[in-house]
């Protein structure tokens, strides 16, 4: 809980930076952030390096911009990498930059979800399905896909907050509870 409050203020700060900037600016900065994050979370190593504390805050700086400097990423970003160093951190980047990507999101009006199958759905089925659920929500929607076997059938919708939970499995256990209750 502690590091999400932490994150969203860290996020929220530079948001406002990029707000003052312009809106280019600050998409920029995110994009930067969210491929600062992912190369952070694609390497197991660095997080374990960033998360140990044995090693000090002139190390951590050190390999962190070999990173920034590797993908030369904005000066106002790298002051951001620089602070989080000396703060100590790090390893919260990644955080941050989902954080930052939220606020970027709620901005431009864009809404997260995921979808939850039995099966693979083809591309077409994913963009028609994408598509209906834009008209209905009246926002961009940036869907993910994503399969479980012990759904059964049907789906499940996470929406931001919210979750539709239409699968064959919710549905059985819906019937399990309603036999119990003697109905």
């Known amino acids: 809980m502690t590091g999400n409050v ?3 203020r860290y996020a929220k700060a530079l948001f ?3 707000a003052a900037k312009g809106e280019a600016e600050q998409a920029k900065y995110g994009e930067q952030l969210v491929a600062l994050g992912q190369s952070m979370t694609d390497v197991p190593e660095a997080m374990g390096f960033f998360r140990n504390p044995s090693f000090s805050a002139e190390e951590k700086k050190a390999v962190l911009n070999q990173l920034v400097e590797k993908m030369s990423v904005d000066p106002m970003v790298k002051n ?3 602070l989080l160093a000396d703060k100590g951190r790090v390893e919260i980047l990644p955080a941050i930059a989902s954080d ?3 606020m970027m999101d709620a901005v ?3 809404v997260t979800g995921e979808l939850i199958t039995v099966g693979e759905l083809s591309d077409e089925r ?3 399905i994408q598509s209906n659920l834009e008209k209905q ?3 961009k929607l940036e869907l993910s896909f994503a399969t479980d076997k012990d759904i059964l059938g049907g789906i499940v919708l996470k929406v931001g907050d919210k979750v539709m939970d239409a699968s064959l499995k919710a549905q059985l256990q819906i019937l399990k509870e309603n036999i119990k209750r003697g109905e």
């Open 6 to 8: 932490v994150s969203r």
């Open 16 to 18: 406002a930076i990029g």
């Open 80 to 82: 951001f990498c620089d």
């Open 100 to 102: 930052y990507k939220a």
């Open 108 to 110: 431009s009006g864009v």
């Open 126 to 128: 994913k963009s028609a």
């Open 137 to 139: 929500a009246g926002k």
